[in-house]
């Protein structure tokens, strides 16, 4: 019994490649007229309402305890001033913090340790892009003296996504009665739709914000945004 299972099992594993590539050859066969193959994209603009932004405080001191206690107050200043601004907690994130040696050189001499420098850098997200550069300022205010950003973006695209979707399959629909009108054909039926990695959702151009720029009353215009979708489409023709 044992070796009629094994042989029983041993067919259906050769078997296997046989039955798949039938059903490959099967899946071809199904067009009969003309085959076309159609590239296309659907592209929508928005405009972002979430800014994120990096902002954090760099200190020097002879100690490394020294340094990292300065830099320790001065945020917890900054998360005060973003909570009183209204920033919420689940958006206030930390991204880094670092100690490092600063070192003296002079030719001919071994090194010699002056002191350390330590940062602490939050990301945070603005959903009221129209306020973040006052906030920005308030930043700078309580202690702040790195701010970089912002990068702008949607914080809930897929709506945007879809309409780019049903854009890009009407471009690819027109596309393929273009070709077979050209070709004195008609566009039978659509045979496969896939949708393309390149699908993206094109960020604006980054813009820097530096903390000396905060007495000019700081200010972020969010511009719009291009989301693209691209999809690939099999035709009939006859």
């Not at 209204?86 to 880094?96: E, L």
């Not at 596309?175 to 039978?188: M, P, Q, T």
Request: aromatic share 2%; charged share 20%.
């Amino acid at each position: 019994m044992n070796k009629l299972i094994a042989v029983a099992m041993a067919a259906a594993v050769a078997l296997t490649p046989i039955a798949a590539a039938a059903q490959q050859a099967s899946i071809a066969q199904t067009i009969t007229g003309t085959r076309l193959d159609v590239a296309a994209t659907g592209e929508v603009t928005r405009v972002p309402d979430i800014a994120v932004i990096s902002a954090g405080v760099v200190s020097r001191s002879a100690t490394a305890a020294g340094a990292l206690q300065d830099t320790a107050i001065k945020m917890d200043q900054v998360v005060a001033a973003l909570r009183k601004a209204g920033v919420q907690g689940r958006d206030i994130q930390t991204s880094n913090v670092s100690l490092n040696p600063e070192y003296r050189y002079a030719d001919n001499q071994p090194p010699q340790l002056v002191g350390y420098t330590a940062s602490n850098n939050v990301t945070v997200r603005f959903r009221d892009i129209r306020s973040s550069g006052a906030i920005l300022d308030a930043l700078v205010a309580r202690g702040a003296n790195q701010i970089s950003g912002p990068t702008l973006t949607l914080d809930h695209p897929e709506a945007a996504l879809d309409e780019a979707r049903s854009k890009a399959i009407a471009t690819g629909r027109a596309r393929a009665e273009l070709y077979a009108r050209s070709l004195g054909l008609r566009v039978a039926r659509v045979v496969a739709v896939s949708e393309n990695e390149g699908s993206s959702i094109e960020p604006p151009r980054p813009m820097m914000v530096s903390a000396r720029m905060a007495p000019a009353q700081s200010k972020i215009e969010p511009g719009e945004q291009k989301l693209q979708v691209a999809v690939s489409m099999t035709f009939e023709l006859q």
